[in-house]
């Protein structure tokens, strides 16, 4: 039987979507979604989202209007996509699951988003776990920003050009750093190039290696950025894959990441074909 599928980016940040509502996937088809991200091989992309049925947040009595769950390229389950949950949301809206402005539950979170034409502004969780000063850093004429977990845990190191660091040697480094094991961490070089704006790329963890953007990663480096450099919100982030945004406040209470979306293409594949990697 064919099964359908969404293509879309949120910028630069390829994600396949299943509307799960009908549980077609359970979430421990690892194997399958490993193969299904594989680019050339398969459909290709950064990660698998998942729109699942409502619950209700155990942390807040306000019924979401669905759930998304997010698997990264390894086909493992992760906390959280920043980029992912904006196009999640994009999808509902697209798809009359929810309407433009929306509340939705990721890892037992409730999160608030609205669509604007082709963009999407997400609150954020209050980030948490910070450390200005990790003492990670190895390297010369790079500076430690800190660590901090915007969703998912993020090392975020401050460079004068972001375009003259090797990312994927210095990325896979800090990522299986000792510093942060078990869990690992996401590792992001910032540049700041004027007032307000910083130049940003991502190593993500899952993906193992730079992705073209990285929505937790543009939230930990805005929030490292003005806790050590001063920069006051709203601080733009330009990516690889586009221009995002981030407004906030002093206390990180209301911070929200705003960024493009664009559906890309629907398509089916054939289960059949990926037999051998169901489980």
Request: glycine share 8%.
């Amino acid at each position: 039987m064919p099964i359908r599928f969404t293509k879309l980016s949120a910028t630069g940040n390829d994600f396949i979507l299943f509307d799960n509502r009908e549980n077609l996937f359970r979430g421990d088809e690892e194997q399958l979604f490993r193969t299904l991200c594989t680019r050339r091989l398969a459909i290709g992309a950064d990660g698998i989202l998942l729109i699942e049925n409502p619950q209700t947040s155990a942390l807040r009595f306000t019924p979401s209007r669905f759930t998304m769950r997010y698997f990264n390229r390894d086909g493992l389950e992760s906390e959280m996509c920043g980029n992912g949950a904006r196009a999640a949301a994009y999808y509902a809206f697209r798809h009359n699951i929810a309407p433009a402005e929306m509340q939705f539950e990721v890892s037992g979170d409730l999160y608030h988003a609205v669509v604007i034409e082709n963009k999407v502004r997400l609150r954020m969780q209050k980030p948490w776990d910070l450390k200005l000063n990790p003492n990670a850093l190895e390297e010369k004429n790079i500076e430690e920003g800190g660590y901090v977990n915007t969703g998912v845990p993020h090392y975020v190191l401050f460079v004068q050009d972001v375009n003259q660091v090797d990312v994927e040697k210095l990325g896979k480094k800090y990522r299986h750093h000792s510093t942060f094991q078990p869990a690992g961490t996401n590792v992001n070089f910032v540049a700041v190039k004027e007032p307000a704006h910083l130049h940003l790329r991502t190593y993500e963890r899952g993906v193992e290696e730079e992705t073209l953007a990285c929505g937790t990663g543009t939230v930990a480096s805005a929030v490292l950025a003005h806790l050590k450099k001063q920069i006051p919100f709203p601080i733009h982030v330009t990516t690889r894959g586009g221009e995002l945004t981030v407004y906030g406040d002093n206390n990180f209470e209301k911070l929200e990441l705003e960024g493009e979306v664009r559906l890309v293409y629907y398509g089916e594949f054939d289960l059949e074909n990926f037999a051998e990697h169901k489980s």
